[in-house]
C-alpha cells in the first residue's frame, strides 16, 4: 500500500478508496469493475488507470431483501456455517465502543463482533 493510500485509509476509514484502487490495478484489461453495497460519499479514484484499461465499473446496493430468506435456510440447514466471519466475542455492552474501534479501524484481524448478552 503507498503513502497516499495509508493517509486516506486513515482519514476516510469508512470508504476505504485503497480497495477501489486496488480492484483496477488487479483486473485485467477491459475486465469489469464490480461495487456492490453502499457508499456514503466521494472516494477519490485513479481515472487514468481506469480509463488506459478499458474497464467497465458495474455497482448497485447489495440485494438483501432478495438473498437474505434463502441464505438464512442454508445456515438453518446447516449447509453453510457462516461462523468462520465471526472474529471477536464479548458478553458485556460496556465493551461496545472499543470494540467498535476495533472494527471501524480493522484492528487485531477483527471481521465481525458479536455479543452475546445472556
Do not use: W
Not at 482519514?11 to 486496488?22: D, G, I, K, N
Not at 474497464?55 to 440447514?77: A, C, F, N, W
Not at 458478553?91 to 448478552?117: H, I
Amino acid at each position: 500500500m503507498g503513502v497516499l493510500s495509508a493517509v486516506q485509509q486513515k482519514l476516510t476509514s469508512t470508504q476505504r478508496p485503497y480497495a477501489l484502487e486496488q480492484m483496477i490495478t488487479a483486473v485485467r484489461p477491459c475486465g469489469i469493475v464490480s461495487v456492490p453495497g453502499v457508499y456514503g460519499g466521494p472516494i477519490p479514484v485513479n481515472m487514468g488507470s481506469f480509463v488506459q484499461k478499458g474497464l467497465t465499473m458495474k455497482s448497485g446496493q447489495t440485494h438483501v431483501k432478495r438473498y437474505l430468506e434463502p441464505l438464512t435456510k442454508l445456515i438453518q440447514d446447516g449447509t453453510i456455517d457462516p461462523g468462520f466471519l465471526i472474529t471477536h466475542r464479548d458478553t458485556t455492552l460496556a465493551e461496545g465502543p472499543d470494540l467498535y474501534k476495533t472494527f471501524r479501524d480493522k484492528l487485531d484481524g477483527c471481521v465481525k463482533v458479536v455479543f452475546n448478552l445472556n
